[in-house]
């Protein structure tokens, strides 16, 4: 069982919020492969099916940003899942341009609680995570304001994309290796910052 989690906040407070991008791009995932992710487990809303004949869980942590490792130790200690091969996480990440996305089979957290929460709960680094930009904020914004903001108009076209090449990053790793998928999406429509 590999588990695909997209990060973001419960409640239409926070529906299309900057931090709920990983939120935005699972559930195209899920759509795409029909896996309806409404069942209420581990702190999560999940959905268990079938993507190009592999078997997934797709999360959604409904713990709040701050404390999404436990919903995820919870599924990965649940079906024995090894995170360094079996466990893929979608997240806003604001050191890159907005509609940018990233993918990484290791690495710290960059600063955002999620991921803070996720590396503290599994006790390692060493997991595959798809980045998703949402730029920095400008300096009239608080970190937390920006994060928590909602996208402009003309953001939102440029995010969609950006969802749906991390819904198509998130399937292709999990029949190719990840150095092939890195090639092929980290860079796809964007230039090198």
Same mark, same amino acid.
């Given at each position: 069982?590999?588990?695909?989690? $997209?990060?973001?906040?419960?409640?239409?407070? +926070?529906?299309?919020? @900057?931090?709920?991008?990983?939120?935005?791009?699972?559930?195209?995932? %899920?759509?795409?492969? @029909?896996?309806?992710?409404?069942?209420?487990?581990? /702190?999560?809303?999940?959905?268990?099916?079938?993507?190009?004949?592999? %078997?997934?869980?797709?999360?959604?942590?409904?713990? &709040?940003?701050?404390?999404? $490792?436990?919903?995820? =130790? %919870? %599924?990965?200690?649940? +079906? /024995?899942?090894?995170?360094?091969?079996?466990?893929?996480?979608? +997240?806003?990440?604001?050191?890159?341009?907005?509609?940018?996305? @990233?993918? /990484?089979?290791?690495?710290?957290?960059? $600063?955002?609680?999620?991921?803070?929460?996720?590396?503290? *709960?599994?006790?390692?680094?060493?997991?595959?995570?798809?980045?998703?930009?949402? $730029?920095?904020?400008?300096?009239? +914004?608080? =970190?937390?304001?920006?994060?928590?903001?909602? &996208?402009?108009?003309?953001?939102?076209?440029? *995010?969609?994309?950006?969802?749906? /090449?991390?819904?198509?990053?998130?399937?292709?790793?999990?029949?190719?290796?990840?150095?092939?998928?890195?090639?092929?999406?980290?860079?796809?429509?964007?230039?090198?910052?």
């Amino acid at each position: 069982m590999i588990i695909i989690a $997209g990060l973001g906040n419960p409640g239409r407070k +926070y529906e299309k919020t @900057r931090h709920n991008c990983g939120f935005e791009a699972l559930d195209i995932l %899920a759509d795409r492969w @029909r896996i309806p992710v409404t069942q209420e487990k581990f /702190r999560a809303l999940c959905g268990t099916g079938n993507i190009d004949g592999t %078997a997934v869980l797709l999360m959604k942590p409904q713990t &709040f940003m701050n404390l999404s $490792g436990e919903a995820i =130790q %919870a %599924a990965c200690a649940y +079906y /024995r899942a090894d995170p360094s091969s079996e466990l893929i996480v979608m +997240y806003d990440d604001i050191s890159l341009d907005p509609g940018r996305i @990233r993918i /990484r089979t290791k690495g710290s957290s960059g $600063g955002h609680n999620g991921m803070k929460s996720i590396i503290q *709960m599994l006790g390692t680094e060493q997991f595959t995570r798809i980045r998703i930009g949402i $730029g920095h904020q400008p300096e009239a +914004y608080a =970190q937390t304001d920006w994060v928590l903001g909602h &996208f402009s108009f003309s953001e939102r076209t440029v *995010m969609a994309e950006a969802f749906e /090449r991390a819904a198509q990053a998130a399937a292709a790793l999990l029949t190719q290796q990840p150095e092939k998928v890195m090639s092929t999406f980290n860079a796809a429509g964007m230039k090198e910052q």
